[in-house]
T-cell receptor, first 114, second 114 residues
Framework: QQQVKQSPQSLIVQKGGISIINCAYENTAFDYFPWYQQFPGKGPALLIAIRPDVSEKKEGRFTISFNKSAKQFSLHIMDSQPGDSATYFCAASPPFGFHEKLTFGTGTRLTIIP | DTAVSQTPKYLVTQMGNDKSIKCEQNLGHDTMYWYKQDSKKFLKIMFSYNNKELIINETVPNRFSPKSPDKAHLNLHINSLELGDSAVYFC?????????????FGPGTRLLVL
């Protein structure tokens, strides 16, 4: 069963535009939500993460928006650059002591065109 | 000074063979993981070790056997390889076992079973 659903599967955005990737989760026990970025031929790397006690977290051009009641969260990339072209994975984890493994979304391949 | 390294980078083998993938981390971390990424980029955890002790063992065929000789190494042995085992296998590590621990991924091992 897919506990974390991610959309879109692929996304093309013009340079300078805003890239938006959405995720929805089913398990209400999840309370930690990281985003990972993966460049071709490389392993994923942590980009930014959020806990549900805040509705938004911003780091540079990257912002996570969180809607606890809807069980949805999204990644916004402002002023998207060609160097942002990568596959992005959302993930979710339950609290400590509940087998807090990361459950990943299916990934979004983002392409930023000049 | 690679943080998480895997060998080999590519592995092409015949069905029925037995193969091993090695992983080493020089970050001094206590927890290591194996993930499988299929052709659709879906990333799923297979195993996790904390201080050489197995703490996550997902529903993985018992043809897959992890071995952790010490905290810095986590190897993956696969017996009787099948076509469906073709994937990219990522090793990762984190400082400790916990929800907010950043996982550092290796570059991946691309396994192709013919």
């Amino acid at each position: 069963q897919q506990q974390v659903k991610q959309s879109p599967q692929s996304l093309i955005v013009q340079k300078g535009g805003i890239s938006i990737i959405n995720c929805a989760y089913e398990n209400t026990a999840f309370d930690y939500f990281p985003w990972y970025q993966q460049f071709p031929g490389k392993g994923p790397a942590l980009l930014i993460a959020i806990r549900p006690d805040v509705s938004e977290k911003k780091e540079g051009r990257f912002t996570i928006s969180f809607n606890k009641s809807a069980k949805q969260f999204s990644l916004h990339i402002m002023d998207s650059q060609p160097g942002d072209s990568a596959t992005y994975f959302c993930a979710a984890s339950p609290p400590f002591g509940f087998h807090e493994k990361l459950t990943f979304g299916t990934g979004t391949r983002l392409t930023i065109i000049p | 000074d690679t943080a998480v390294s895997q060998t080999p980078k590519y592995l092409v083998t015949q069905m029925g063979n037995d193969k091993s993938i090695k992983c080493e981390q020089n970050l001094g971390h206590d927890t290591m993981y194996w993930y499988k990424q299929d052709s659709k980029k879906f990333l799923k955890i297979m195993f996790s070790y904390n201080n050489k002790e197995l703490i996550i063992n997902e529903t993985v065929p018992n043809r897959f056997s992890p071995k952790s000789p010490d905290k810095a190494h986590l190897n993956l042995h696969i017996n009787s390889l099948e076509l469906g085992d073709s994937a990219v296998y990522f090793c990762a590590s984190s400082q400790d076992w916990g929800q907010e621990e950043t996982q550092y991924f290796g570059p991946g091992t691309r396994l192709l079973v013919l």
